[in-house]
T-cell receptor, first 114, second 114 residues
């Protein structure tokens, strides 16, 4: 039972264009959502997060949008750069305050072509 | 300086053997985790320790036994290894009080059971 779904296993984008990575979730009790980026042979690294009470959070080229009614969030990268090529994981946190569990999606592999 | 380190990076072993994976963090965090990334690429939490005490134990066979000698270390011991244990195992850490439970991951240990 996947509570966090990333339905696109891969995405290919031209350098300079916008990359949009999507994530859907089923549990309305999630209170925070996080995006992680993972390069091959490395562990995931935190990228950006959003609280469930917000609908947008921006950090430089990265913006996360949250649509609670649709239980959907997306990560926008503008402009995309070749160094952004990686696997992006969507994660959701529920319960337990700061000790809450993180539930991860399967990831989307982004390829940014020069 | 490596924030979260794991050893070994690669581990190849025969079925039925017992093996350990070590994890250390130098971030001053008080909570540590073990995740398993299987062939389907899901990152699933296995265990979580806060101040050396077990706080999360997902449905994991009791052949897996975590040991936390101190806050900076969380080792994973696996008895009687099976083919299905082949996966990448990630250690992570976080700080109690971090609102969205941002976790810092190690580089992973790729375990192959033959």
């Amino acid at each position: 039972d996947q509570q966090v779904k990333q339905n696109s296993p891969s995405l290919s984008v031209q350098e300079g264009r916008i990359s949009i990575l999507n994530c859907d979730y089923t549990n309305s009790m999630f209170d925070y959502f996080l995006w992680y980026k993972k390069y091959p042979a490395e562990g995931p690294t935190f990228l950006i997060s959003i609280s469930s009470i917000k609908d947008k959070n921006e950090d430089g080229r990265f913006t996360v949008f949250l649509n609670k009614s649709a239980k959907h969030l997306s990560l926008h990268i503008v402009p995309s750069q070749p160094g952004d090529s990686a696997v992006y994981f969507c994660a959701a946190k529920y319960g337990g305050g700061s000790q809450g569990n993180l539930i991860f999606g399967k990831g989307t592999k982004l390829s940014v072509k020069p | 300086d490596t924030a979260v380190s794991q050893t070994p990076k690669y581990l190849v072993t025969q079925m039925g053997n017992d093996k350990s994976i070590k994890c250390e963090q130098n971030l001053g965090h008080d909570t540590m985790y073990w995740y398993k990334q299987d062939s389907k690429k899901f990152l699933k939490i296995m265990f979580s320790y806060n101040n050396k005490e077990l706080i999360i134990n997902e449905t994991v066979p009791n052949r897996f036994s975590p040991k936390s000698p101190d806050k900076a270390h969380l080792n994973l011991h696996i008895n009687s290894l099976e083919l299905g244990d082949s996966a990448v195992y990630f250690c992570a850490s976080s700080l109690l009080g971090a609102i969205y439970n941002e976790q810092f991951f190690g580089p992973g240990t790729r375990l192959t059971v033959l």
